[in-house]
């Protein structure tokens, strides 16, 4: 009747076709529930996998439930059976076979795939499948009487490829990887194909496609990185992967698929931060993936083949990740063979996996516990150049000269990297980039210049870059407003702290500019970030602070520029991280405890800048207050008290130095008398000072002029005027008549910084210097008293500056005007006013032009 539910039977002689009769009918549920035999279910499995085949029929297959309820359950099926001839517990039972078939057959569609993977269980059944199950227990008689049971597998080795076909199918769906990545016993399945578990010794064909699959399967999981901690979580997968490589890659034909499925697999793995030394460190991946790149050298023909090609880029591509990872770089760079088998496909490859093998060279360079070790090897460093000059088609050149840089970040490397050949081609690179940053095509151009400015923090390469010409190749970035300015501002700076000259002037006032983007750079580097154009670790803590000290070695106006409270805090947190309280641990540019070189330079700039402030101990404070003076005494005693090896005597003297100039500004000021540093023919003497008579050599020696290109003692011109005391009158003695005349311009401001209505701009103020012969304090002074100001410009001078404060300044409190400082400046302006008319005034190293 209507409506009721319809009953079939069937008897042995049944076959393929009378199913498909009553299918073809709308019967298919009913015809499933009367499939009770193995004979019959096979039928059934058979037909269905038929269906399964059209591709007109896969999605209606797919997306009845009953039919996939049918099929997991024949898969699962291991009862007895009281039917004759093969049973559901035998593995030669073809049933569960055709269902594998079917499934598999259903996942070559991606329409399909929302009803598979909604299916309860389904992934379970293949994963069961895949591994050799259901499993049942046999008895077994041993020798000696004992009874053991043997656990069978009972799925056939083809009907364990569909399962792996299937599910890698199902791994190809983007919305399926973290479905799939969720369920641990797909994970294991597919581990446990790939390492061969469970496959006869006669089905050795079957059990390499079968791990074909699977390894595909991993590899497409691994695409996804939110499937990293579950495949990393399943023990043994890495492991596998590793195996699998190294067992698909054979010495005579090089690599399969299955390798560079393997390798990829890998590749993905080690991309993350935070998986790479986990990779590195399991058991038998550097082995495998050693193996495949040399295996597949293309230096044997028989191995020259796109597959090969393939698996070496991926193998080397691994090891590029893993060489990234901090915790790697010094025990791969001294992992045995890893070294040569890397050297080596950079001698025989030519395109990606040549690419690759630089770039880990880079990362070992990147480490500064490698970067003596690497140039002693001996083989790395020619590799390295002769890529910088032969390849300039692929970013391989790119990949070494940022390797070249980073080894020029020890010192101890500069010489070896002269004796290389190093500097000739990375110098030509630079030169046919062309001065214009902007127009430089990617980033080789921007390595070479941080080349050369590594290099010149060496002593003993400074000649070999000065003959080489590299200040005439970097002076045209010195004015610009970029990046690679900085960098070459800071390898003039190096190159030059040594000369003297008119040139060497112009240049560092070229550098002017940068200044303050070089104390920026020391800022960053010590607040662990980057700046406009670099990120945080491109440049060491030694290099921005041996700039500092360069410049504070410098001309007087560098000093002035950075002789600042910003830059005290630095160089005082670079000391104090060295050798306060035990020091701190350092950060990946340097710093801390363990990097005396940095802390030698900061000792060096802050005896310099402490020098420029306080000229003679007592004369002066430091403009920074008494808890930055108690903070720097602190720091300054530990560092002599340190008894770190590279610390040398020299250097402690420095910090003594400067600690007694700061003790000795709380003591108060000493007597005063002036010295101008004009050729004035008049000395101003106070006759009841008896050491009146010491004055020239005094500021001859503590004022420093003596060390000032042009401004020796010659130059020198004393005036002492009464101390504190008006009964006392000034006498003026003649003095050489031929001295040269010293001008200074107030060139430290650009036009572009000064107001606008001030005039300055157009008319820079002209001044000379004033000495204090006991402090040893410069005064900069107009040559005319009015400093070329407007009547209504009531800006104040400052006497440290040279120059009128600008707006939100303030004049230097250590600089106070005096009486006896106004006596001695009107003999000099007369002096001045006699030598211009008189026409004698000729151009001098110390003359200045803005």
Known sequence: PPGSPILLSFGPNTTVSDLKYFAERGCIVALLAALRTPRLKTLGTRMLADYAKMPNRRVAVASNRRILEFLQHTMLDCSASSEPGVGYSSPEWL?????????????????????????????????????????????????????????????????????????????????????????????????????????????????????????????????????????????????????????????????????????????????????????????????????????????????????NNEARIKACSALSNLAIGYDNKIPMFAYPGFVDAILLVIDTDSGEARTKACSILWSFAAEMKNQVPVVRRGDILPTLVRVAEEDGRTEARFKCVAALTLLAESLENAIPLLESGALAPLMDILHDAGPDPTQWKGQTASWCVGFLMNMAQSDEAVPSLREAGVVELLAPLLTLDHYQSLKAAMAVTFVCRYDEGDETYDLLRKTENVIPKIISLLHNTLSGRGGNGYKYGV??????????????????????????????????????????????????????????????????????????????????????????????????????????????????????????????????????????????????????????????????????????????????????????????????????????????????????????????????VRTFLLTDSLTGRRFAVPVDPTGARMFNDLRIWCYRRGRFCLEGEEADPNFKWTEELQGAYMVARRRFSLTRRSGSVSPTIGEQQQ
Do not use: W
């Not at 991606?110 to 269980?121: I, P, W």
């Not at 195996?243 to 993350?272: D, P, Q, R």
């Not at 101990?617 to 008494?626: A, R, T, V």
């Open 95 to 307: 049933g569960r076979e055709y269902a594998v078939e079917t499934v598999r057959s259903l996942t070559a569609t991606e329409e399909s795939d929302r009803y598979l993977m909604a299916s309860s269980g389904l992934l379970k059944t293949l994963a069961l499948v895949a591994r050799g199950g259901p499993f049942i227990s046999h008895p077994e008689q041993r020798s000696g009487g004992q009874i053991r049971s043997r656990t069978v597998g009972l799925a056939t080795g083809k009907a364990r490829l569909h399962a792996c076909i299937a599910v890698m199918n199902l791994s190809c769906g983007k919305a399926n990887k973290i479905e799939i990545a969720k369920i641990p016993d797909v994970l294991e399945a597919m581990r446990d194909v790939m390492v061969g578990a469970h496959f006869s010794s006669s089905s050795v064909n079957t059990r390499d496609e079968a791990r074909l699959k699977a390894t595909t399967c991993v590899k497409n999981l691994s695409n996804a990185d939110a499937n990293d901690a579950a495949l990393l979580g399943t023990p043994g997968l890495v492991e596998a992967l590793g195996h699998v490589a190294e067992a698909s890659c054979s010495i005579e034909s090089g690599a399969t698929s299955c390798t560079t499925n393997a390798c990829l697999a890998l590749m993905n793995l080690s991309i993350s931060k935070s998986n790479k030394h986990r990779v590195f460190r399991t058991p038998g991946i550097m082995e495998a993936l050693v193996a495949v790149i040399t295996r597949t050298s293309p230096s044997d023909s028989r191995r020259n083949s796109n597959t």
């Open 539 to 764: 440049f060491t803590l030694r290099s921005s602070v041996g700039c500092i000290a360069s410049l504070a070695s410098g001309p007087e106006f560098m000093k002035e520029r950075i002789a600042t409270r910003p830059v005290f805090e630095s160089l005082l947190r670079v000391v104090t991280d060295f050798c306060v309280d035990r020091g701190t641990t350092g950060a990946i540019v340097g710093g801390g405890r363990d990097d005396a070189l940095s802390a030698t330079l900061a000792i060096r700039a802050l005896q310099a800048l402490t020098g420029h402030l306080i000229p003679i101990p007592g004369s002066s404070n430091l403009p920074f207050g008494p808890v930055m003076e108690d903070r720097l005494l602190t720091a300054l005693e530990s560092f002599e008290s340190s008894c770190h090896a590279e610390i040398n005597d020299a250097t402690r003297h420095l910090a003594t130095d400067a600690k007694t100039r700061i003790l000795g500004s709380k003591t108060g000021h000493a007597s005063r008398s002036v010295v101008y540093s004009k050729s004035m023919d008049a000395i101003v003497q106070d006759v009841s000072d008896d050491a009146g008579n010491d004055v020239l050599s005094m500021a001859s020696s503590c004022c420093g002029f003596d060390t000032i290109p042009g401004m020796g003692e010659e130059f020198l011109q004393n005036l002492s005027l009464p101390q504190q005391h008006p009964q006392h009158a000034a006498t003026i003695m003649d003095s050489s008549p031929n001295g040269q005349i010293i001008e200074m311009e107030d060139s430290s401001m650009s036009s572009s910084i000064l107001p606008s209505n001030s005039g300055d701009s157009q008319n820079p």
